[in-house]
Nanobody, 125 residues
Framework: VQLVESGGGLAQPGGSLGLSCAAS????????MAWFRQAPGKEREFVAA????????YYVDSVKGRFTISRDNNKSTLSLQMNNLKSEDTAVYYC???????????????????WGQGTQVTVSS
């Protein structure tokens, strides 16, 4: 199993970045997928999730209206479009996969069996 994130980098406040996660080694379309992030000195935080087969999306309140999670099951790719970035979005962003989640667990890191290595996002002027 491999999850490989890409697309991180430096952006100015108010700017945009797009993250991608290339998945392999498992049946991507039958997994719930999510993005988490971890800032220095802080715990890993849920950012967004999308159900298998694209059945529903979930966001942490702080990114609603700014971030959009999507998936391409034919290409086994997960994406996160981040707009109107803020300094508090600075973190390492991780892609994660879970074979099954329920509403009460989809935001919990412990529900996800597979993780990528992370990609750094820095928002600074």
């Amino acid at each position: 199993v491999q999850l490989v994130e890409s697309g991180g980098g430096l952006a100015q406040p108010g700017g945009s970045l797009g993250l991608s996660c290339a998945a392999s080694g498992f049946n991507f379309r039958s997994y719930d997928m999510a993005w988490f992030r971890q800032a220095p000195g802080k715990e890993r935080e849920f950012v967004a999730a999308i159900r298998k087969y694209g059945g529903g999306t979930y966001y942490v309140d702080s990114v609603k209206g700014r971030f959009t999670i999507s998936r391409d099951n034919n290409k086994s790719t997960l994406s996160l479009q981040m707009n109107n970035l803020k300094s508090e979005d600075t973190a390492v962003y991780y892609c994660a996969a879970a074979s099954s989640t329920i509403t009460s667990t989809i935001r919990r890191a412990g529900a996800y069996a597979y993780w990528g290595q992370g990609t750094q996002v820095t928002v600074s002027s």
